[in-house]
């Protein structure tokens, strides 16, 4: 019994070694990811402040088409930078239990819908189309607005941004009584089966940093995931490689009843154009059309 007990605790320190051995081998590539998300912004921040500054010492006339050009360019990497400082910090605060929902009650198929349909414009560009539907109309739950603009916005982000040209993205919600599923599906490149358990861990990245083909810090989804159970709720993803994606949350309905705790849809952020246009440059950011 003490040869089998020592074999037992062999195995076991085996597996904590190569699991210490694993996690650290993925922070490692997260910092070198981060690094690389941080650099590659502000170099072309400087390379089109330089470019900006050779235009106007060489002409006395100004180019205003090239100028709005690198000016684009600059507000755009302007927006990647903050979108990931948001996301360490915000992460940083759910780790430290620092984070505070504010909740709502509010109509989540209108909320959802306004979200869906403020990105269909600014997708165009990519030659993606987005089809929103829904089974119920009305659909009372209790929840952060905030949160819940984050999380669809995310989601819809990154459904666009693996989707070719052509491709399209399906917004989805389903009345189950006690709680709401939101799906949003993509006809894009799909992820490897492999993957699909570590998607949504905060060290693991689906594509590697020297093969990808997209920007991004692999953070984003590890948020929403937070962002989802700290609503009480459920996320999961579908996915096969080459058929595209689907995300499903699923979020409780909460105590609806309270009505005097909570504020409405009318006075949210959501409402406000100037504030929905700017999230959606900052989560849309590291998407280049």
Request: glycine share 4%; net charge neutral; with cysteine.
């Amino acid at each position: 019994m003490q040869t089998e007990t020592l074999r037992r605790q062999a195995k076991e320190l085996k597996k904590a070694k190569e699991e210490a051995v694993a996690a650290n081998d993925a922070k490692i590539m997260f910092l070198a990811n981060i690094t690389h998300e941080l650099r590659t912004p502000l170099n072309i921040l400087l390379s089109s402040t330089q470019l900006i500054k050779q235009y106007l010492s060489i002409s006395d006339s100004i180019d205003k088409t090239k100028l709005k050009k690198q000016i684009d360019i600059q507000t755009q990497n302007c927006y990647r930078l903050l979108r990931l400082v948001n996301n360490l910090i915000d992460i940083t605060k759910i780790d430290s239990s620092n984070f505070k929902l504010v909740y709502t009650k509010c109509n989540i198929v209108e909320v959802v819908e306004e979200i869906t349909m403020s990105v269909v414009e600014y997708v165009k560009a990519k030659g993606i189309s987005i089809i929103f539907d829904t089974d119920v109309e009305e659909k009372l739950i209790v929840c952060d607005l905030d949160a819940i603009e984050r999380i669809v916005l995310n989601l819809l982000s990154n459904a666009v941004k693996f989707t070719p040209k052509g491709g399209m993205v399906f917004v989805n919600i389903k009345d189950f009584q006690n709680y709401v599923r939101i799906i949003v599906k993509d006809t894009g490149i799909g992820i490897h089966e492999d993957m699909l358990e570590t998607i949504f861990e905060r060290f693991k990245q689906v594509d590697n940093l020297l093969t990808r083909k997209s920007e991004g810090s692999g953070i984003g989804l590890s948020l929403v995931k937070a962002l989802v159970e700290m609503h009480g709720g459920k996320i999961k993803v579908i996915s096969k490689y080459q058929c595209g994606s689907e995300f499903i949350v699923d979020l409780p309905v909460g105590n609806v009843d309270c009505s005097e705790k909570y504020s409405s849809f009318d006075n949210s952020s959501i409402q406000n154009e100037s504030n929905v246009i700017k999230k959606i440059n900052i989560e849309f950011s590291d998407i280049y059309f």
